[in-house]
């Protein structure tokens, strides 16, 4: 008998219609089948291949898929930070930290291989002009005048306890991080008095900005002062200590 | 065979979406150890190509993160997901086979007939491989439609808006398919 393909595939509709349930079996086939008997061969066989296809295997997944992906992942979180309004401050502020402690690395090298500045023994500044300088450190409204003072002291020969202590008050309290930055540079400068090194030791406990302190721990680091691990410990216990900076010092110090 | 997510985990998917969207692409791991086992048997079925299959994998993840912002938070994640993957599919089938078109079942037939010779001499395993090989050579259209119902369990509704069609379009695929490989593998 011919079989009408219309027909067949009008049956082939119900068992496919069947099959989208999961607990169609053997039995509803047969029902199937009872109905259309002369299509019992194709309903069979259809049935066959769909139920061999169970024994098509899958290997298991590669197990650096995962590790892939994560990969992926970590990428695109970076992405996203850079974009956010606080991450791409974060990024920059990482560069400057670094920046930062390639300039101080270079003066302490400078002053513990060549003792150059204590060289240049020239008083350039007269009484009166230090204190103006030291007014112009404390009280100047600009911070370009301030960054001029600064200058200014690092031209003084054998300075006295009292510059140091302006210095230090600088570095503790003025607003602009690149001022208390050039303060670090001149107390770097004058690095062979003890009195600069203990200043600062002590200021790194008052800072809050990541750069500054990441900057004066490296300069202790470097300095291997003595006293200055005690120091560093007090700045550890501080919940305002920036995170890469606590790593760094205890990866450095190993703390 | 991959476990495939519980219906609540699948519910949870859309939040989970929504606060990748939101920035917490961490979420995006719980997603990917939901659903890349899954998305792994999808792509060797399709494919049979294990080393492919994974690639695809990441592929689909990568666009998932890529264009994180397109989804549509109304619309079923897995809906989204398997729609990215056919498409990922669909790009690397294009690539393969430039100047076939998708619908073209003449190969299919003429290997059918090669497939009928070796059908003469084959064992059950044979046969396995076999159906291996006949399900890559329907038309990519129906080995989806197969698959994604056979084994990832969606209702032919579901399959319909993850290929964009009607729902009878799918069913008439799922039947052409099993009449194809019953032709390549039975005659």
């Known amino acids: 008998m011919k079989k009408n393909i219309t027909d067949l595939e009008k049956v082939l509709d119900l068992l496919v219609e069947g099959l989208e349930n999961k607990d169609f079996g053997e039995s509803d086939l047969d029902r199937l089948i009872r109905r259309h008997p002369e299509y019992a061969d194709d309903l069979r066989k259809s049935w066959k291949i769909w139920r061999e296809l169970d024994d098509i295997e899958v290997p298991e997944i590669n197990s650096l898929s995962r590790e892939r992906f994560y990969q992926t992942l970590n990428d695109f979180q970076q992405v996203a930070n850079e974009r956010m309004p606080g991450g791409k401050y974060v990024h920059i502020n990482t560069v400057l930290r670094w920046a930062a402690i390639f300039i101080i690395g270079v003066g302490v090298g400078l002053f513990a291989n060549s003792g150059f500045f204590r060289a240049g023994n020239v008083d350039k500044v007269s009484g009166n002009g230090k204190n103006q300088i030291l007014a112009q450190l404390t009280a100047g409204e600009s911070a370009s005048n301030r960054m001029a003072a600064i200058q200014h002291i690092k031209g003084l020969t054998n300075p006295e306890d009292q510059v140091f202590e302006a210095l230090f008050t600088t570095l503790v309290n003025d607003p602009n991080v690149n001022v208390r930055l050039s303060t670090i540079e001149a107390m770097l400068h004058f690095v062979d008095n003890p009195k600069s090194r203990e200043l600062l030791i002590k200021a790194i406990t008052y800072q809050d900005d990541p750069i500054v302190q990441i900057t004066l721990a490296e300069v202790i680091i470097r300095l291997q002062q003595e006293g200055s691990v005690d120091e560093i410990r007090k700045l550890l216990e501080m919940n305002e200590l920036d995170l890469e900076v606590k790593m760094h010092l205890m990866e450095t110090m190993n703390l | ?187």
């Not at chain 2, 997603?31 to 048997?41: D, V």
């Not at chain 2, 990441?58 to 549509?72: A, E, M, T």
């Not at chain 2, 100047?99 to 079942?105: G, K, V």
Request: overall charge positive; proline content about 4%.
């Open chain 2, 1 to 187: 065979m991959p476990l495939k997510p519980k219906p609540l985990e699948r519910e949870q998917d859309n939040f989970l979406m929504k606060q990748v969207q939101d920035g917490d692409l961490s979420k995006m791991g719980v997603l990917f150890e939901q659903y890349h086992g899954e998305l792994f048997g999808y792509f060797y079925r399709m494919t049979n190509d294990p080393a492919q299959s994974e690639d695809l994998v990441q592929n689909v993840f990568y666009r998932l993160l890529k264009y994180r912002h397109s989804f549509q938070p109304d619309g079923k994640f897995m809906y989204w997901i398997y729609g990215v993957a056919k498409n990922v599919f669909l790009d690397l089938y294009k690539k393969n086979n430039p100047l076939r078109h998708s619908q073209d079942i003449q190969d299919v037939k003429e290997v059918s007939n090669e497939e009928k010779n070796k059908e003469e001499q084959m064992v059950s395993s044979e046969r396995k491989e076999l159906l291996r090989e006949a399900l890559q050579r329907i038309s990519p259209e129906q080995r989806q439609a197969i698959i994604l119902s056979k084994f990832q369990g969606l209702k032919y509704q579901e399959i319909a808006v993850i290929a964009n069609c009607t729902e009878n379009a799918i069913k008439a695929r799922v039947r052409r398919g099993l009449t194809e490989l019953r032709n390549l593998l039975d005659h």
